[in-house]
């Protein structure tokens, strides 16, 4: 592997060097017109142009400034505005840099990082400076008048060398601080820079380099055959669920390969026997993945339990390279379905639960609704929902829901931003709490809900396949300044890939003790289409008691869970 220290602009290295105009060593070998090109841009860049950086591969610019013949400075990109400041004896000054954050002084005195606004100054002739680190900083002459309003404006110019990379061989992978570039010139900006070449079945070079000021700082990697072997083992999913056809049904084993080969993956029991053997196509590039589905070599799902993934690689001459391993879980109780944001509706999907998405966990749910029969009907609603993980039991959330009445001025709307927080998570019994604001109440479509406050705490019970979900909930709407609270609640049962629900809603207990709004009941079913995080499912809501609803509605729903 190569060497990890940065190189210094006056240190010897038989690859890196910082050379000035004229005075460069390049091999003979390796001098084109590439290369001619470059040092008659140095040259030119000696006699007072400055470069901008740019990191890209294949393309700069050339900004030409003249030069002060002090190299620590150099003109920037000036405007200058005059106005009047008012009937005062004294001026007023702003200074406006790009990049900002630069130190200002006016005549000795530090103004402060711009952008500097509305300083007063006397009137008379300054010396103006501002500088930054990594750029030239500029110093001019600088005269303001009695009431003037002077504002200044420059755009300073980076201090920058020139970054030529050569490598053997020439189709290497090539990457300055984690950025893909190609070989050859590139204009940078003064400073430290990590460089990593690489190249499938060649031993990776990590070294430091120092881009000189107004220097060509030249490195040729030459990179040396690699062995083959397997590091970076990672397992998708650490808990499977085999009979899950949505993401848990499977998971992912990923690794990286040095070099040519190949090999097999073997999936052994706590008992150390192998499960399952899956072989290995050539390896050809430094990316490998391979699938589990949690099943055995017959095709039989294996028991619950904890299993070893083992990577054994081999080399295209059958020789065995060290192998790498990692473990999985098989547990059948595993399970992820799309749930819904929204909350205080009756419907299984509606009711508040403590499932919490993992970190960088990602749904999003789209579904309508409309009234079919009761003495309550009311018009069709629509309803958007997303979720977020954040972490450490953490969850956002933001849902909106429309009521479509048919005349653009009386549609309602109604938002909800979410916060829940997972309390317990043991083995059967979970909670957690969910915070949550509504405003603009839809009163007039399915989901009914009052603006304000609102506090749940979401329970489960998980009984095998079967679970049992309650989810008190307080409310205060500062509009209507009243407090109520409610209680939902519901039965579900997991059937492979098939959710179904039943779930209801109790009337509204306002502090009074009088009881609002009228109790509700919801059967849900949805289902994972197999292979992938999309849920399809469909609701259907009566409001107050059978057998005369005062409303009877039927959802659709389309998720997806990430």
Known sequence: ????????????????????????????????????????????????????????????????????????????????????????????????????????????????????????????????????????????????????????????????????????????????????????????????????????????????????????????????????????????????????PGILGTTEIRFQASARGTGRLLVVDEEGRTVRTIELPEFRRFDQRARWDGRDDEGERVPDGRYTVVVEPRTLDGERRPIRSDTVVVDASARRFQRTSWSGSAGRVYVPTSDILPARGFAFDLGASGSIAGEDTGPPSGHMGFRFGVGAGFELRLTGTTTFTGDPASTERAGRPAAARRLYAGERLSAAAEAAFTFGSAQGGRHRTGGGASLAVPLGLRLGRIELHAAPEGRYDPWQQLADGAVSGGISAYLGPVELGLSGRSPRLSTEGELTGVPALGLDLQTLIPGTGITLGGTATAAAPLPSPRDVSLGLRLGFLH
């Open 1 to 244: 592997m190569g060497r990890n220290a940065y190189e210094p602009c006056a240190g010897r290295s038989s690859f890196v060097r910082c050379s000035r105009s004229g005075a460069a060593r390049l091999p003979l070998a390796r001098f084109s017109r590439r290369a001619l090109v470059g040092w008659l841009l140095v040259l030119a860049g000696l006699a007072g142009v400055g470069f901008p950086a740019h990191a890209g591969s294949g393309s700069f610019s050339v900004d030409i400034r003249i030069g002060t013949g002090d190299p620590e400075f150099i003109s920037a990109e000036r405007v200058i505005r005059r106005s009047t400041a008012g009937a005062t004896d004294n001026a007023i000054i702003d200074v406006l840099t790009v990049p900002d954050r630069a130190r200002v002084h006016l005549g000795g005195r530090y103004l402060g990082r711009s952008p500097v606004r509305e300083t007063e100054v006397r009137p008379g002739t300054y010396s103006l400076q501002v500088s930054r680190d990594g750029y030239y900083s500029d110093r001019f002459r600088l005269t303001i008048g009695p009431g003037e309003h002077v504002r200044v404006d420059l755009r300073l110019v980076r201090i920058t060398g020139v970054l030529n990379i050569e490598t053997d061989p020439w189709d290497a992978q090539i990457y300055l601080d984690g950025t893909r570039i190609r070989d050859g010139f590139h204009f940078l900006g003064e400073g430290l820079y990590t460089l990593e070449v690489r190249k499938f079945g060649y031993q990776t070079e990590r070294r430091g380099v120092r881009v000189c000021r107004n220097r060509i700082t030249d490195v040729y990697v030459e990179l040396a055959k690699a062995e083959l072997s397997i590091s970076d083992l990672t397992i998708q999913r650490a808990r499977l669920a085999p009979e899950s």
